[in-house]
């Protein structure tokens, strides 16, 4: 599962 935080990603659906 990826683990990215709402600041990894550019924009999209955060994962928790």
């Known amino acids: 599962r990826p683990s990215l935080h ?4 550019p924009r999209g659906p955060w994962y928790h």
């Open 6 to 9: 709402p600041m990894s990603v």
